[in-house]
């Protein structure tokens, strides 16, 4: 039997139109619309990371794209919603609950961008999107104590159920850096599986590789990085989500 191909998750971050974009981290509304038509158009179906992998789970993951927006910005609510349920599409959206209603203070270089409020995050929650955490604040969990590395991670996720009313099952590391002890204090949290980039050794339910869509990414380039993309990312073992249990540091 051929190996299943490993699952294609893409990570966005900010849907505007802007042309102050330093890290690169911003698709404008029309370039967003057009990648959705692109993922259509192919019998692809834009889900949340959360129902990704239970349907891998049953064996009916075919056709399947995860959709994820890092950091929570105001604009997913104004820009990226009204285009994904056109599309009949859902996604997971990473918030950082010790900063609603505020900015992306931690880019050095700017620009400012605003985040969504509580009041935008239940909007987004009832119209059908998953709601994961991106930590507390957006620190780097690799270079955190203990004390901040809990914070991060149980701490959030309890803000962030008290906010929806739902299970928050997913955690997505900030900047994409995770090591063991990052992994340990994740699974020790509660949550059932992890976003990271190329997690490389670390691959698994709890550091799913991702594939970063910019607003260079024409229908071509599009192509070429779902071509590429299982040559480029290791296949877990495991994609199971995982029952909230105790911490095992290094497991995946």
Same mark, same amino acid.
Request: net charge neutral.
């Given at each position: 039997?051929?190996?299943?191909?490993?699952?294609?998750?893409?990570? %966005?971050? @900010? /849907? &505007?139109?802007?042309?102050?974009?330093?890290?690169?981290?911003?698709?404008?509304?029309?370039? =967003? !619309?057009? #990648?959705?038509?692109?993922?259509?158009?192919?019998?692809?179906?834009?889900? @949340?990371?959360?129902?990704?992998?239970?349907?891998? !789970?049953?064996?009916? *993951?075919?056709?399947?794209?995860?959709?994820? =927006?890092?950091?929570? %910005?105001?604009? =997913?609510?104004? @820009?990226?919603?009204?285009?994904?349920?056109?599309?009949? =599409?859902?996604?997971?959206? %990473?918030?950082?609950? $010790? +900063?609603?209603?505020?900015?992306?203070?931690?880019? !050095?270089?700017?620009?400012?961008?605003?985040?969504?409020?509580?009041?935008?995050?239940? +909007?987004? *929650?009832?119209?059908?999107?998953?709601?994961? @955490?991106?930590?507390?604040?957006?620190?780097?969990?690799?270079?955190?104590?203990?004390?901040?590395?809990?914070?991060?991670? +149980? #701490?959030?996720?309890?803000?962030?159920?008290?906010?929806? $009313?739902?299970?928050?099952?997913?955690?997505?590391?900030? %900047?994409? #850096?995770?090591?063991?002890?990052?992994?340990?204090?994740?699974?020790? !949290? $509660?949550?059932?599986?992890?976003? &990271?980039?190329?997690?490389?050794?670390?691959?698994?339910?709890?550091?799913?590789?991702?594939?970063? /869509?910019?607003?260079?990414?024409?229908?071509? +380039?599009?192509?070429?990085?779902?071509?590429?993309?299982?040559?480029?990312?290791?296949?877990?073992?495991?994609?199971?989500?995982?029952?909230?249990?105790?911490?095992?540091?290094?497991?995946?």
């Amino acid at each position: 039997m051929l190996p299943k191909p490993p699952l294609w998750v893409a990570m %966005y971050h @900010s /849907i &505007a139109d802007t042309a102050d974009d330093p890290y690169r981290v911003t698709v404008s509304p029309v370039r =967003f !619309a057009r #990648q959705l038509c692109w993922l259509g158009e192919r019998g692809l179906r834009g889900v @949340s990371v959360r129902e990704l992998l239970a349907a891998t !789970a049953e064996g009916r *993951a075919a056709g399947l794209v995860g959709l994820t =927006f890092d950091d929570g %910005y105001a604009d =997913f609510a104004e @820009s990226a919603l009204p285009l994904l349920l056109r599309h009949g =599409f859902t996604a997971t959206v %990473y918030v950082l609950p $010790g +900063r609603l209603g505020g900015e992306n203070a931690w880019d !050095a270089a700017g620009p400012r961008k605003p985040l969504l409020s509580g009041d935008g995050i239940r +909007r987004i *929650a009832e119209a059908g999107m998953e709601i994961g @955490s991106h930590g507390l604040t957006h620190v780097p969990l690799t270079e955190t104590d203990e004390r901040t590395l809990t914070a991060e991670t +149980r #701490q959030s996720r309890t803000l962030l159920e008290e906010l929806t $009313g739902t299970p928050v099952d997913g955690f997505c590391y900030p %900047y994409g #850096q995770v090591d063991p002890r990052a992994i340990g204090a994740v699974r020790a !949290a $509660g949550y059932r599986y992890a976003c &990271a980039i190329d997690p490389g050794p670390y691959t698994g339910a709890y550091a799913l590789p991702r594939v970063h /869509i910019g607003e260079d990414d024409t229908a071509w +380039r599009l192509a070429a990085k779902r071509l590429l993309h299982p040559l480029r990312r290791r296949r877990p073992t495991d994609l199971t989500p995982v029952r909230p249990g105790p911490a095992v540091v290094g497991a995946s």
